[in-house]
């Protein structure tokens, strides 16, 4: 006969939420002793300790900015580029200091040459300068939601109008219109930052943010240009046109008065100075580049344009609801107060609702279990669901409320283990526990 300790019912089976199972261990022809999985880290999984350091937000950040100096400057994920950038811009610097300096120096009375020379230091700094504010802070980041958006009353008709019968009613329309200067906009639902974007927003793929008044992601500067880094972004560019035209000119000057010293012509001036030579072509080509850049986004400033828009929209052949004369515009850009950051990238970070900090948490813990005892226990519940008093009160019934009753059970025992214990529970052998309880059928 079969001997079952007293124990809850067998349609009950607590669970501790240290991760150990309650219950009753059965004399199954063998005696089986359920083994218990070991002991996890803390005394109680449920309860996180408060008193440890909670991560701030740039430590649980989805997008894929670079944070240093804790979290008090973001580049972007491509901020190596900086470096190529800087190098671009020092290295001509400095072989026009080392080189052709020493005729203007020479050259010019009254110390006009060092003036010229420290002018040209002192603006490579300032442009490098404006480099590193442009890359190193905030361009504009719309701080995403951690839940999907609620359904009002106007947004819920018109998703069941746009979604129809082939659509669930409650998603969320892919746009809404809003209204700008008189002029209708539609702004798009971003799935990723779950949420409906801002006028003249765009989420950019490169750094996975939503960017007020997007610009472009630059690859030299390393960063998104948005609202917030888009005036000293164009300042950097201009500077840097400028710095190209300065060294450009002054390497000019030294050839002019290398021919007057020495009494040649053009050609051997040129080849007693290669390194004027070699500046002239590089800042000429630079020049052209930058300069190019510069001009485009003089253009866009004075039709208050972003390059998104530029390329995306092309409001030649229609208004621009954003552009309010080119007066106000250059206004706006370079003397209105640059807005606050809407992301505190230093503030700690709600622990239990950072999906970085659930998955870290629900990753230890899954591998802190011991996988083969909690399979046992998992089959060891299995059959206590049907102890051999279950069968002697329901010995009447058929096949079918049997099976029902096995279904019903297993549905709750499934029911009341953690979330943790199913996804192990679904590997197991299934097969095994149903061939013993046919086994047990044909005892009776």
């Known amino acids: 006969m079969l001997d079952c300790d007293s124990g809850p019912s067998p349609t009950t089976i ?52 670079r944070f240093y100096l804790g979290g008090r400057v973001i580049f972007g994920p491509d901020a190596r580029s900086l470096f190529l950038t800087v190098f671009l811009i020092v290295a001509p610097v400095i072989l026009f200091c080392a080189f052709v300096s020493q005729r203007l120096i020479n050259e010019f009375p009254h110390h006009l040459g060092n003036l010229i020379v420290a002018i040209g230091a002192v603006f490579t700094v300032y442009v490098i300068l404006l480099l590193f504010i442009t890359s190193g802070i905030d361009p504009g980041i719309i701080p995403r939601n951690s ?46 930052c779950m949420l409906y974007r801002p006028p003249r927003c765009s989420h950019c793929s490169i750094c996975n943010n939503c960017v007020e008044r997007f610009d472009h992601h630059c690859p030299w500067v390393g960063q998104c240009i948005g609202k917030r880094n888009y005036r000293f ?4 560019v201009s500077s840097t046109t400028m710095l190209c035209l300065y060294v450009f000119a002054f390497c000019w000057v030294g050839i002019w008065k290398t021919m007057e010293s020495y009494h040649c012509d053009l050609w051997r001036a040129l080849r007693k100075s290669p390194v004027s030579v070699f500046l002239i072509v590089y800042t000429f080509i630079g020049a052209w580049f930058v300069g190019g850049l510069t001009a485009f986004h003089l253009y866009l400033i004075f039709t208050n344009q972003t390059t998104y828009e530029n390329f995306r929209y092309r409001y030649a052949g229609r208004m621009n609801p954003y552009n309010r004369g080119c007066t106000q515009n250059i206004c706006e850009l370079f003397f209105s107060k640059i807005p606050k950051s809407k992301n505190n990238f ?57 099976h029902s009753r096995q279904t ?37």
Request: glycine letters at 8%; proline letters at 6%; charged letters at 25%.
């Open 14 to 65: 607590p669970i501790s939420r240290s991760g150990r199972m309650g219950g009753r261990s059965c004399n199954w022809g063998k005696m089986h002793s359920t083994s218990q999985p070991p002991e996890l880290p803390g005394s109680d999984l449920g309860i996180i300790d408060t008193n440890s350091s909670t991560p701030r937000v740039y430590q649980v950040w989805e997008g894929r900015n």
């Open 147 to 192: 839940h999907p958006l609620e359904l009002d009353d106007e947004v819920s008709s018109i998703s069941a109008y746009w979604a129809g019968s082939q659509c669930d009613a409650t998603r969320l329309p892919p746009t809404r219109d809003v209204v700008v200067n008189g002029v209708v906009i539609q702004v798009k639902y971003c799935q990723t």
């Open 233 to 236: 972004f164009f300042m950097f």
């Open 346 to 402: 230093r503030a700690r970070a709600k622990g239990d609702s950072s999906p970085t900090f659930t998955k870290s948490m629900s990753s230890s813990y899954t591998t802190s279990l011991d996988l083969p005892n909690l399979s046992f226990d998992l089959e060891m519940m299995k059959r206590q669901a049907f102890a051999p008093e279950d069968f002697e009160s329901i010995s009447g019934l058929g096949s079918w409320e049997t």
């Open 408 to 444: 019903d059970l297993d549905h709750k025992v499934n029911w009341e283990i953690s979330p943790d214990l199913q996804i192990f529970g679904a590997d197991l052998d299934i097969e095994s526990g149903i061939t013993d309880r046919q086994k047990f059928h044909k005892g009776y």
